[in-house]
């Protein structure tokens, strides 16, 4: 660990309180005297040592960035108390954004912790409950159209550049630079907690925009000189909505991972500037192979992950099969949102509870014993 790095840490350690992610990584960030040090509590999230999934797939230096345990349950916050943060100091008064859910519910928990107005447009009926819940229980006006997630977005954006001064409105979704500026972060985190870059850092692929954020946060340390090297890049999108793969737009995407169910990614050049930067690859994985990491990262680990999130984890099991991998690497999975995002998936794939008559002895037989 470099003496910067360790030098951090102890700060962070002696600091006692968690300190706000804005303050913490201040010197890495757009942020001047008109920016607020908004805060959920966002950022600092575990990352984890999964040495019994590792062994399992040949990987015995596997790490999981877990960032479920941000505010709203996923990376996006982030992001979000960036760019909200940004927009107060700007004097916007509302925001807007499109979203298969997760970008829904950060816009409209931030935005109600700063008295803003929040629009989030939506594909109709492609939301997984949770999040749909999350994004209405904050106040959030939500929309619903046509078209999927792209569709979504082109309106949008349509929107934004065609304002009604009337309603004058934020855009927060990643094609705001100061959405990646805040998912940097969760780069920096990675290098503290490792004391370096990792080998490889492995991430589901939808929009674009987090797989762009970390290569540019593991660039900014490296030029800071606070670690010496940036890792292989590893994008893993769904078979079904693979545009990065294919070099195509998807029309009507579709995978059981509803957070990486896009088919025309707004950061698509950026990310695949960043696989080619670091050497680094973006694959497809199917349905089955992210359901199978699921339940594994659940059952070996402990670590109930929404299905999108475990697509970087299905890759890297394919990748280490294939024999593509150095298995002595260290290799970072960002996990990208919590399992209670959705519900009807866990509940899918979740074990049946047994019935049993209420006595040790009814107890005993249901279970065999």
């Known amino acids: 660990m470099s003496d910067v790095l360790r030098q951090l840490r102890q700060q962070q350690s002696r600091a006692g309180a968690r300190p ?79 979203s298969t ?88 985190e990675v290098c503290e907690d490792l004391g370096g870059a990792p080998d490889y850092l492995a991430i589901p692929v939808g929009n674009a925009g987090n797989i762009t954020a970390y290569w540019k946060g593991f660039g900014d340390y490296r030029s800071a000189g606070l670690v010496e090297t940036r890792p292989i890049m590893l994008g893993f999108q769904a078979a079904g909505a693979a545009p990065l793969v294919s070099g195509y737009r998807v029309e009507e995407p579709t995978t059981v991972a509803t957070a990486i169910r896009i088919g025309d990614p707004a950061s698509g050049p950026a990310a695949l500037r960043a696989r080619d930067e670091s050497s680094g690859r973006i694959e497809a994985v199917t349905d089955e192979e992210i359901l199978d990491a699921y339940r594994d990262l659940a059952r070996y680990e402990g670590i109930f992950c929404e299905p999108a999130s475990a697509a970087s984890v299905a890759g890297v099991r394919k990748l280490a099969a294939q024999g593509a991998i150095d298995p002595g690497a260290t290799i970072v999975c960002v996990l990208t949102g919590h399992g209670l995002k959705d519900p009807d998936t866990a509940r899918r ?21």
């Open 101 to 188: 859910g997760n970008t829904a519910a950060s816009a409209a928990a931030y935005g109600a912790h700063a008295a803003l107005d929040v629009v989030v447009v939506l594909p109709r009926g492609q939301v997984a409950a949770g999040k749909l819940l999350q994004a209405q229980a904050a106040g959030a006006r939500v929309v619903a159209v046509d078209g999927g997630f792209d569709g979504a977005l082109r309106a949008v954006r349509e929107l934004i550049d065609d304002p009604d001064p009337r309603h004058p409105m934020t855009l927060v979704n990643s094609v705001n630079p100061f959405r990646i500026e805040g998912q940097k972060t969760a780069a920096f």
């Open 349 to 369: 794939e979740a074990l049946p509870a047994i019935d049993a008559e209420p006595s040790a002895a009814g107890v005993r037989r249901a279970l065999g014993w």
């Open 20 to 98: 706000r992610l804005l303050q913490r990584f201040e010197a890495f960030l757009p942020v001047d005297a008109a920016t607020p040090l908004l805060s959920l509590g966002e950022g600092f999230t575990p990352l984890i040592h999964a040495r019994t999934l590792g062994r399992a797939i040949g990987c015995p230096m596997l790490h999981l960035k877990v960032e479920g345990q941000n505010p709203t349950g996923s990376f996006k916050d982030r992001g979000m108390v960036l760019a909200v943060a940004k927009a107060i100091g700007e004097g916007s008064r509302a925001l807007i954004c499109a």
